[in-house]
């Protein structure tokens, strides 16, 4: 597809390699509520090349949004501090507020064209249509009160209309994918997505698939059945990393204990396995500035000159390993999407976006305490619904109607149309960033 120009881009950048190696960025610090702004885009993409252990190769961050938090359609100041740090880029557009925040997706995007020029554009080796979309919709998210998604029939549209409005601009050529659970991947429902894509960002947590036997003995194994299953529906496209990690603290989900000993066990058993191997932005550099979620994955904690928590140091002897799993997981509806939904969000948190129609009525409250409480997890044991995992703090509001989401509890009510002051695409964006 246009995967040739992509690698001819990227080995454009001096020093990059062809394959990309980074971390997840969102709008926000992990409270939800404080923009990320230029400086701490740039402190964190310098700390991440100069993290001990690696040989420098976290030069790449994956964005969830273009948007700068606290505005409507500006482009996001990680642009400005990646030129600056010579950062490659792998755009996300947020899609899971409906078409009005599409438009200004891409409307930031078209103004970072116009603003920087090939000073950005040289950077970006892809653009991701969406983030767990899908997920969202999915009964587990549903169940979980993740958040306002999109239906595959919305993101092929919003692939089609990224795809518009790159051609005939320098990033004409780029190659655009979509983010989303391995789970969702694997929906056949979820099939045209797949076919609109030129590759398929994989998102994979072991530690949230909790109707399984996830202890940290099977992470690396849950981990291969997850990217195997991905590329088995994927008709020959990559699959691109774009989320995984184990967290190494809080609390346990099924057999999986979240500690710094078993993080440093899926990074050398994982991470080192995949990275310079496929494209890999990892779950994640840190979450925990100023405030620490329940679980967190931060490779460095909450001062961000620290050393890393565990050793990121690679044993070259067996790094190379990449081993495969078929059979035993094999039924695609067998293991769980439980899955996360909190973090820190694109759009900050109050609301400085316009609403979205609505799908919903209610009243939206606590949002914080939700946006910032970690995940819950709850085994429904029940057939092909699994593992819950939710966001910390009790839904809120009530959702009526007949929309697609209105069972959504919670979050529906977050969608409330006219919804501006409470912050409806911002509290989406936090309780759905990861
Ligand atoms: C499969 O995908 C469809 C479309 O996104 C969704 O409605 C459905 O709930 C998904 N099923 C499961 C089991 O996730
Ligand atoms: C999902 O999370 C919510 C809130 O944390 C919880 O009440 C619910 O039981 C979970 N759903 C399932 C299916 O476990
Ligand atoms: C290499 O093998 C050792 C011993 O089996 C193991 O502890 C370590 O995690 C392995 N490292 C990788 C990168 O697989
Ligand atoms: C967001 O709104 C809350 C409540 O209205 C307020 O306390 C907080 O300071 C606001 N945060 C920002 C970043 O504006």
Same mark, same amino acid.
């Given at each position: 597809?246009?995967?040739?120009?992509?690698?001819?881009?990227?080995?454009?950048? *001096?020093?990059?390699? *062809?394959?990309?190696?980074?971390?997840?960025?969102?709008?926000?610090?992990?409270?939800?509520?404080?923009?990320?702004?230029?400086?701490? $885009?740039?402190?964190?993409?310098?700390?991440?090349?100069?993290?001990?252990?690696?040989?420098?190769?976290?030069?790449?961050?994956?964005?969830?949004?273009?948007?700068?938090?606290? /505005?409507?359609?500006?482009?996001?100041?990680?642009?400005?501090?990646?030129?600056?740090?010579?950062?490659?880029?792998?755009?996300?557009?947020?899609?899971?507020?409906?078409?009005?925040?599409?438009?200004?997706?891409?409307?930031?995007?078209?103004?970072?064209?116009?603003?920087?020029?090939?000073?950005?554009?040289?950077?970006?080796?892809?653009?991701?249509?969406?983030?767990?979309?899908?997920?969202?919709?999915?009964? /587990?998210?549903?169940?979980?009160?993740?958040? $306002?998604? *999109?239906? &595959?029939?919305?993101?092929?549209?919003?692939?089609?209309?990224?795809?518009?409005?790159?051609?005939?601009?320098?990033?004409?050529?780029?190659?655009?994918?979509? %983010?989303?659970?391995?789970?969702? =991947?694997?929906?056949?429902?979820?099939?045209?997505?797949?076919?609109?894509?030129? =590759?398929?960002?994989?998102?994979?947590?072991?530690?949230?698939?909790?109707?399984?036997?996830?202890?940290?003995?099977?992470?690396?194994?849950?981990?291969?059945?997850? $990217?195997?299953?991905?590329?088995?529906?994927?008709?020959? @496209?990559?699959? =691109?990393?774009?989320?995984?990690?184990?967290?190494?603290?809080?609390?346990?989900?099924?057999?999986? %204990?979240?500690?710094?000993?078993?993080?440093?066990?899926?990074?050398?058993?994982?991470?080192?396995?995949?990275?310079?191997?496929?494209?890999? =932005?990892?779950?994640?550099?840190?979450?925990?500035? &100023?405030?620490?979620?329940?679980?967190?994955?931060?490779?460095?904690?909450?001062?961000?000159?620290?050393? +890393?928590?565990?050793?990121?140091?690679?044993?070259? @002897?067996?790094?190379?390993?990449?081993? /495969?799993?078929?059979? @035993?997981?094999?039924?695609?509806?067998?293991?769980?999407?439980?899955?996360?939904?909190?973090?820190?969000? &694109?759009?900050?948190?109050?609301?400085?976006?316009?609403?979205?129609?609505?799908?919903?009525?209610? /009243?939206?409250?606590?949002?914080?305490? @939700?946006?910032?409480?970690? $995940?819950?997890?709850? +085994?429904?044991?029940?057939?092909?619904?699994?593992?819950?995992?939710?966001?910390?703090?009790? +839904?809120?509001?009530?959702?009526?109607?007949?929309?697609?989401?209105?069972?959504?509890?919670?979050?529906?009510?977050?969608?409330?149309?006219?919804?501006?002051?409470?912050?409806?695409? *911002?509290?989406?964006?936090?309780?759905?960033?990861?």
């Amino acid at each position: 597809m246009h995967y040739s120009s992509f690698l001819g881009l990227a080995a454009s950048i *001096a020093g990059a390699q *062809a394959l990309s190696t980074g971390f997840n960025y969102g709008a926000t610090q992990s409270d939800g509520s404080t923009p990320m702004e230029q400086s701490d $885009y740039q402190s964190r993409f310098e700390r991440a090349k100069s993290l001990q252990g690696t040989d420098g190769e976290f030069t790449s961050a994956r964005l969830y949004t273009m948007i700068q938090s606290g /505005t409507t359609d500006s482009p996001s100041s990680a642009f400005q501090a990646a030129i600056d740090t010579k950062t490659s880029l792998l755009l996300g557009i947020w899609c899971s507020g409906g078409q009005e925040v599409v438009t200004n997706e891409l409307s930031a995007l078209s103004a970072a064209i116009e603003q920087y020029g090939s000073e950005f554009t040289d950077l970006v080796v892809g653009i991701s249509v969406g983030s767990e979309d899908l997920y969202r919709v999915s009964p /587990t998210g549903i169940e979980n009160d993740s958040g $306002y998604g *999109a239906t &595959p029939n919305e993101l092929v549209s919003y692939i089609k209309q990224t795809r518009q409005a790159i051609s005939g601009t320098s990033l004409s050529g780029a190659s655009l994918g979509h %983010v989303d659970t391995w789970t969702a =991947w694997v929906n056949g429902s979820n099939s045209a997505v797949t076919d609109a894509v030129d =590759w398929l960002g994989m998102d994979t947590y072991p530690y949230f698939e909790n109707t399984e036997a996830n202890s940290i003995d099977n992470g690396k194994e849950l981990y291969w059945d997850a $990217y195997d299953k991905t590329k088995g529906v994927g008709g020959g @496209k990559e699959v =691109w990393i774009t989320e995984t990690g184990w967290p190494v603290s809080g609390k346990v989900s099924g057999q999986a %204990v979240a500690s710094v000993s078993n993080a440093e066990t899926y990074w050398q058993e994982v991470a080192c396995a995949i990275l310079g191997n496929y494209n890999v =932005w990892w779950y994640t550099l840190e979450d925990s500035i &100023p405030t620490t979620p329940n679980p967190s994955f931060g490779v460095i904690g909450s001062d961000l000159n620290s050393a +890393p928590l565990y050793d990121l140091k690679c044993d070259k @002897k067996n790094s190379t390993s990449t081993a /495969t799993s078929t059979g @035993k997981h094999s039924s695609p509806t067998k293991s769980a999407g439980g899955h996360h939904t909190m973090g820190s969000g &694109p759009y900050g948190s109050n609301g400085t976006m316009s609403g979205v129609a609505g799908h919903a009525t209610g /009243t939206a409250t606590g949002l914080l305490t @939700k946006a910032t409480g970690g $995940y819950g997890s709850n +085994p429904t044991g029940a057939g092909a619904s699994h593992a819950a995992a939710g966001p910390g703090g009790a +839904p809120s509001g009530t959702a009526s109607g007949g929309a697609p989401f209105a069972s959504q509890t919670a979050n529906a009510a977050v969608r409330a149309g006219s919804a501006m002051g409470a912050g409806v695409i *911002a509290v989406v964006g936090l309780m759905a960033a990861l």
